[in-house]
């Protein structure tokens, strides 16, 4: 596929938007695309997004970290 993302990476939508990790990289209706999934408080949402509309989350967002149990240093 060409592209410099992979499974587990933490993304943004290049437009702005929450962090995102990729849960699956495949192509979806002949496009490389993204299953992305992020939380907003306690809800869940997933999506597809094209590879090319994705950048990665650099540095990922803290409280992505405190989510999966990890603190950031200060």
Known sequence: MGHEFKVGDV??????????????????????????????????????????ALTKSNPPNPQVKRRMGTNPKP
């Open 11 to 52: 993304v943004e939508v290049k437009s702005g938007g929450p962090s995102m990790t990729i849960e699956n990289i495949d192509k979806f209706d002949g496009r490389d695309q993204a299953q992305c999934v992020w939380f907003e408080e306690t809800n869940k949402f997933n999506g597809l997004f094209d590879l090319a």
